[in-house]
């Protein structure tokens, strides 16, 4: 198991019975024994792991960009049918604009 910083919707918790930790994402109400990350961090590490000692930095940068534009197609594919970013108008906002101008990300949001 490793450790990670859980997605903001995910919560960890402990099973009474069982003692293991089991992690739930209340925006879909559904619990997993697995971190929500562990695909991503394990098809990183086997990337990582199928470099060779011998293989040469210029080789290591290109077949690590090749893997993250390989992964930034992968979320744009699963992001295709969503629409956003989205800004929440003010009146809809409790807080009201910030008095000296700066832009409030936690005001723009994406649907699916």
């Known amino acids: 198991m490793f450790a990670a910083p ?3 919707e995910w919560s960890q918790h402990q099973d ?3 003692g293991h930790s089991y992690f739930f994402d209340c ?4 619990s997993s024994w697995k971190h929500p ?3 991503l961090f ?3 590490l086997a990337e990582v ?3 060779r000692p011998a293989d040469t930095l210029e080789h290591v940068t290109h077949r690590s960009d090749l ?3 390989l992964c930034r197609a992968c979320a744009v594919r699963s992001l295709f049918r969503w629409s956003g970013p989205h800004a929440l108008p003010w009146e809809e906002a409790e807080l009201g604009p910030p008095e000296d101008g700066a ?3 936690a005001l723009h949001f994406y649907h699916n």
Do not use: N, S, T
Request: avoid cysteine; glycine fraction near 4%; hydrophobic fraction near 40%.
């Open 6 to 8: 859980l997605p903001p």
């Open 42 to 44: 394990r098809d990183v």
């Open 103 to 105: 832009a409030v990300e």
């Open 49 to 51: 792991q199928a470099w």
């Open 67 to 69: 893997y993250m534009r």
């Open 37 to 39: 990350q562990d695909a």
């Open 16 to 18: 009474p019975r069982r």
């Open 27 to 30: 925006l879909r109400g559904a």
